[in-house]
């Protein structure tokens, strides 16, 4: 008789105990609050028009028009969370899904209405604008004034800046096809994993399957994949070619030099910073390749592929954690942090900030988001069997307290922290949990699984963002030089980066150049470098504050506080680290050869 298989299947939403949701309250108790308190923003929205055209008149004029755009802000910030976290929770609910499309629109027709607001001040003559600043009455918006005027250059007429806000609900169009393409359309079978099941290959598995101990799992599922995406290259390579197409546009309407000088204009970031990013990477590539070899030796592989380098290289070690377990030890490795610090994250990991495990329809992955007036809620799908959520956790608990301490500390308009400094409170925390767990190994195999897990780290997060960086440098250069992203000149870009970064004894698979075409953040380009920056500094950060005393945790939890009231570069200089100079980027790396000569010598 055969045995039967059981199929374990996700809850469905309405099945999941209340105690592992979070709680939206802080947000609204329900959804006919948040539909009462959207009806109230759609009567505040309107307002914007008696101010137009009086911003010159006096500095009141202004401060009051200032003040209405921020309350707009503040009570739009609150109903699109809600309306995330509510569509987040199972992304098959329609009417969560309406909540969302609701807002946007609504989001859309507030941007029109205060699209005057730019123009207007910077039509102020700058002496009298200057005059003004010195007030009481611009006191609470002199730093946002400040900011404004730098971007003087860049401004257009009203009615040019009425059409650009009038595109809002269109210019992601390319990435949208990209998502519904990838996400929805494209239908990748099923592949045996290394216990026999049969698992279905999506997006969201592919990554879990290449961690699999059976190589044959991991080739299978790695070609049947990139045949899909070779089925669909040509639409693929026209959705990322119209991605960059549109960021080059607005950089050329707004007179920046470039498409990367625009999007670094934002957070006040030197060029000199993206480029000598790359420049230390590349040069520290040897040693990336000595890591290559080592795990191909490890592994037993005559040639190492690309789908050889997530399986993890001591899988016996794994350890379960429940959550409970896994908050303990978060807490515990955030000891330097203070009691304060502890204290509070550990009442709303154990409360309700989170929603804990997966549920059917439940948005992938993990995130942080909160406002300035809610709890700092925390998305997890966490599954006990998995150290990595353990590390997650500790990541997305990083953006929780980061966004508490910044609201507390500052007023609305200068509470929104930068993508540039957030990366930073987040793997910070994770390089706290990794010295505990390394401290904590009972064995060379232990103690060798963390570590590799850290090389892991700064490989897949500085290297390899390091390499989609320079990739993203050099498609919109091509497009800005005039020569269109063609499929075969996409792919020929990528196959120059894959072919340094993985170094002359790798064997890469020709399909390994459509990895391009794959890559989500592409579609919101000249990010994925804050990454790389982010974790280098938390690596020096973290250094200083574990084996440092008071002086220098008192300086990353002012940094913690600071949200946007300085430029990213100043407040991560002031917490100690300077990224406009090569050292942090060298010392990361330099730690991960170190790291690398360890693993050599445990295994």
């Not at 982010?534 to 002012?558: C, F, N, P, Q, W």
Request: proline fraction near 4%; charge should be negative.
């Amino acid at each position: 008789m055969t045995e039967a298989v059981i199929e374990k299947k996700l809850p469905a939403r309405r099945d999941v105990p209340v105690g592992d949701t979070w709680d939206l309250a802080s947000l609204f108790s329900s959804d006919a609050e948040w539909e009462a308190a959207l009806a109230e923003w759609e009567k505040m929205i309107p307002g914007f028009e008696a101010f137009a055209g009086t911003l010159g008149q006096s500095p009141e004029k202004l401060a009051a028009c200032l003040a209405h755009d921020v309350a707009v802000d503040r009570a739009g910030d609150r109903l699109g969370t809600y309306a995330h976290l509510r569509a987040s929770e199972d992304q098959g609910a329609a009417e969560s899904q309406r909540m969302v499309g609701r807002f946007q629109h609504m989001a859309t027709r507030a941007g029109e209405k205060a699209s005057f607001i730019r123009p207007e001040i910077l039509a102020i003559p700058p002496a009298t604008l200057a005059a003004w600043l010195e007030l009481p009455a611009l006191s609470d918006y002199r730093l946002i004034l400040e900011r404004l005027v730098r971007t003087r250059p860049h401004v257009l007429s009203e009615p040019e800046e009425k059409l650009l806000a009038m595109q809002g609900t269109f210019a992601g169009t390319a990435g949208k096809v990209f998502r519904q393409l990838t996400d929805a359309d494209m239908k990748f079978g099923s592949v045996t994993d290394g216990k026999g099941q049969k698992v279905e290959l999506s997006n969201a598995t592919f990554i879990t399957l290449l961690h699999d101990t059976s190589r044959e799992t991991r080739r299978t599922a790695f070609h049947r994949f990139y045949d899909q995406y070779e089925a669909h290259a040509n639409t693929l390579a026209a959705t990322l070619s119209g991605s960059v197409e549109r960021d080059v546009y607005a950089a050329r309407v707004r007179k920046y030099p470039s498409a990367v000088e625009a999007a670094l204009f934002g957070d006040h970031v030197p060029l000199a910073v993206y480029d000598q990013l790359i420049t230390a990477v590349r040069a520290n590539l040897p040693v990336v390749h000595r890591y290559y070899d080592v795990r191909k030796r490890i592994l037993g592989l005559d040639e190492i592929h690309h789908y050889d380098c997530y399986v993890p290289l001591v899988p016996e070690l794994e350890k379960k954690h429940s959550w409970n377990e896994a908050v303990k030890v978060v807490i515990e490795s955030l000891a330097p942090l203070g009691k304060d610090y502890c204290t509070r994250l550990e009442h709303g990991l154990s409360g309700r900030w989170c929603d804990r495990y997966p549920n059917a329809g439940k948005q992938s992955g993990a995130f942080s988001s909160g406002t300035y007036d809610s709890d700092p809620y925390i998305l997890m799908n966490f599954q006990e069997e998995t150290v990595e959520h353990v590390f997650t956790l500790a990541h997305e608990a990083g953006h929780s307290m980061h966004t508490r301490y910044s609201a507390e500390a500052q007023p609305y308009q200068y509470s929104g922290y930068t993508i540039f400094v957030a990366e930073v409170a987040s793997t910070f925390n994770e390089q706290l949990l990794t010295r505990l767990m390394i401290e904590r190994a009972t064995s060379a195999k232990e103690k060798a699984a963390i570590i590799s897990r850290e090389i892991d780290s700064i490989r897949n997060t500085i290297v390899r963002q390091t390499m989609f960086a320079e990739c993203e440098r050099k498609a919109h250069a091509s497009a800005e030089a005039g020569e269109p992203l063609t499929l075969e000149r996409i792919r020929g870009i990528y196959r120059e980066l894959l072919d340094a970064y993985f170094g002359p004894h790798f064997a890469l698979d020709k399909q390994l150049e459509l990895e391009c075409l794959r890559i989500p953040h592409f579609y919101n380009a000249f990010y994925v470098y804050k990454y790389a920056t982010g974790l280098s500094a938390a690596i020096t950060l973290a250094k200083k504050v574990a084996e440092g005393g008071a002086r220098e945790l008192d300086a990353y939890l002012r940094f913690l506080k600071g949200g946007c009231s300085k430029w990213p570069l100043d407040l991560l200089r002031d917490a100690g680290v300077d990224l406009e100079q090569p050292e942090p980027v060298a010392t990361a790396l330099t730690q991960f050869g170190r790291l690398v000569d360890e693993l050599d010598g445990l295994l």
